[in-house]
Nanobody, 114 residues
Framework: VQLQASGGGLVQAGGSLRLSCAAF????????MHWYRQTPGNERELVAQ???????IYADSVKGRFTISRDNSKNTIDLQMNNLRSEDTAVYSCHVWSRGDNYWGQGTLVTVSS
C-alpha cells in the first residue's frame, strides 16, 4: 500500500483546511488509520485515528475542531481541520496499520498564521 498526502498549506488562524491521504492498494481489515503531526525538535504526535469499525480517537488538543473520516469510494483518509490555531502548525503525515504492517505517507506542511 502506498499513501500520498495532500491538502497542506498556509491559512490564517480560525480558518480551515482539509487534508487527504490517498491509498494506492488494498487496505486489508482489520486496519487502523492515523494522522500524525510533528514540529521541529518534537516527537511525532498522534492527531486522530479511525478504524475499520469507524470508531475515532482524537488528541485532546484537537477535539471538537478536527474530524477524521474515510471515503471508501475514493480510498482516502481525510482530516477536516477547523478553527485552526498557530499551535497546529506542523508537518502532518498519514499512517495505516494493517494486519501488522505499517505504511506511511509523505508529510504535508500546515502553517497557521496568527
Amino acid at each position: 500500500v502506498q499513501l500520498q498526502a495532500s491538502g497542506g498549506g498556509l491559512v490564517q488562524a480560525g480558518g480551515s483546511l482539509r487534508l487527504s491521504c490517498a491509498a494506492f492498494g488494498t487496505i486489508a481489515s482489520p486496519a487502523l488509520m492515523h494522522w500524525y503531526r510533528q514540529t521541529p525538535g518534537n516527537e511525532r504526535e498522534l492527531v486522530a485515528q479511525i478504524g475499520t469499525s469507524e470508531k475515532t480517537i482524537y488528541a485532546d488538543s484537537v477535539k471538537g475542531r478536527f474530524t477524521i473520516s474515510r471515503d471508501n469510494s475514493k480510498n482516502t483518509i481525510d482530516l477536516q481541520m477547523n478553527n485552526l490555531r498557530s499551535e497546529d502548525t506542523a508537518v502532518y503525515s498519514c499512517h495505516v496499520w494493517s494486519r501488522g504492517d505499517n505504511y506511511w505517507g509523505q508529510g504535508t506542511l500546515v502553517t497557521v498564521s496568527s
